[in-house]
């Protein structure tokens, strides 16, 4: 909210001399954007905060009439295995899929950095992992990691590393690395992109002086590309871990959260909670925890790219 | 925290922003508030989740609902299709807005939890000057009663059964199993000429505790009693069938639908799955040579009930027109062209026509007994279903023993029935 007014524009439009009223119109332009983030961010996201502290049920949505319980349902789900559960699942879950998506689409940033002949055409290719809609896309996962007809089965039973029909869905750990590897195969390119925008900004001097010195293409990547790439290998690390943090969509159309809960994330548990069972209430506090993590670790990031920038 | 020099002015304004929004929480929505009403205009509008007009899940009902149109010249019908996932949550919003449906097809076990939290009204007055009350099966006259009142009228009934490949149980020389000890030995011979034995939802949730809970009634328990033995034995059933291969791991990620496309397709020689698969196979696959056996029998030969019933959302504008729409639905001359149409059995016992086709015959016999969760279990009935699913699921992936996971179950169970 501050910093939305801050970057209204402080300077005075020339007025008229002896004309000395103060200037509205940035305000006023600015008004439809601040109207709409309030009613489409603020609002719900406060709404969801106050929630978590009523006992809310579904009598309560339907009739209104929630009583205050102050810390009640805090306690409550702090206390339940089960939400500590899906706190260490979202971890998992998010970790795994930066690590693999910032590995894959590192790799491929370098990769694309080279001149070869159809290059253009492979890149636009594999932005459509990232284009697929999820609905499409984790349908196409629960096909392809099918125990009975999956694709990848066949193959691995093809190559003799597999003798038996293995359900990677319905066991827990193959279910939870299928998930991770499922949502890193759609941020790679989102990953690639940013990454090979950074490449492009490094300026081919440093390789023709490292170059000159005799240094190994590993040594140059090592001491190179890598340390300039920090400040943009931040930001794709960062918005890939919120944007996997609240993912929803893809664990719910491959698991449902299941076997068991192994896949089960917060995003995910919140939905049960409300849904499902009309907790609402203990669903916010959920919510309302998944809020505090990503903003926290948001923090974190501007934090430390304020000393990138400084140093 | 991040250092920046604040307008005092801004400050002022975030803060009065909160405040404005806490005021304008507590004056609607679930902190607060009140709920308006629909008024009566001669229309008359019906919400459902069974399909839309092109469905074969819900053009019968469409069908149904324009006679009742064309017949009155006062009443005009609006449906609206809403997506089951979707269904409760929209009819509870819009009972928190005060934008009712005159009618809502619900799910039968939602009845109690929709009545306590007041998105439908209670009917008792209107069904005791109808007086056809004694027509109904008790098990699904029992899904519209909460607290000694009366707050639907059962819609339709479902329940589960064996499906069969008659060709492939001539191939293997075997029978329909009539017991859960033959079922075990049957699937897994079947499951040397096919792939799979048995085909059954298991997936996580409470459509795929479907197969546990049919298996636990049968050894004489339900919902309430999961952890006294009778949720191990089912448990302990399912285990010998996954390691003799009747049937495949893989059930644990199957819905109930998934299940029918390995019956299609000839991949499973039996599933147990509900009626509305009936008319489903017979147009997807003609040629497929199947019957329908009544559920094995353990301690008791038991299915159980999944239905809908009709009722009246709170704030109707028009009630009494709602419920002559409800209870036109309902006549025997209207349910035997309905029924046979929508694959689905009567709740009632003076539609003989509707089940003269002896597979819905089969599936109709066993709705006499069929067990349906009742008071504040059916209100909860998601959750200790999920729960149920969760034991399979351990016992399956060897993560805890049966007797184990059965009480984990139970102790879920008891809080959420608590709760």
Redesign the interface.
Known sequence: ???L??SAPAARTTVRPGHRRPNLAPYLFLAPAVVFV?LTV??PL??NI??SF?D???????????SWVGLDNYRDQLGRSEFWHAVVVSLVYSIGTVVIAFAVGLGLALLFHREFPGRNLLRALLLLAWILPTVVSANVWRWLL???YGLLNAALSGLGLLDR?L?W????NPALLAVIVATAWSFAPFAMILLAAGLQSISPTYYEAARIDGASAWQQFRSLTFPLLRPVSLTVTLLIFIFTFKTFDTIFLM???????ATETLPVYAY?EA??????DTAAVATTVLMVISIALA?VY??ALRSEEGA | MIRTRTHVGSRAAVGGLISMLAISLTGCGALGGESGSSSSDGTVTVWQYYGDEQMPTGKPLYDALEAYDAENDDVKVKIRFIPFEDFNRTLQQGAAAGESPDVALINAFDTQQMADAGVIEDISDKVEEWGEKDAYYPTSWETTQVGGKTYGIPHVADDYALYYNKDVFEAAGVQPPATWDEMESTAATLAKEVKYGLAVSGREGAEGATGILLRQLAAGGDLKTFGDGTGAAALESYKRMVDNGGLSKGFLTWLEDDAKTHFAGGDAAMMINSATYVNILRDEVPDLNWDVAPLPKDEVSKSFLSAENLTIGAGSGDPDAAWDLIAHLQEPSVLEEYLPARNKLPARDDVPKAVEDPIRKTFADQLENAWAPEGDVATHSNESLTAIQEALQATISGGSSPADAAKAAQAKIDGALGS
């Open positions: 909210m501050s910093s007014a801050r309030v603020v609002y406060v709404y106050l929630q009523f809310v049920g579904l009598r309560e949505v339907v009739q209104g009439g929630a099918d125990g009975s029909d359900f869905l319905g066991e827990p698991t449902g959260g299941g076997p068991g809960n049960n849904f499902e069972f009309s907790r609402f923090l501007f934090r």
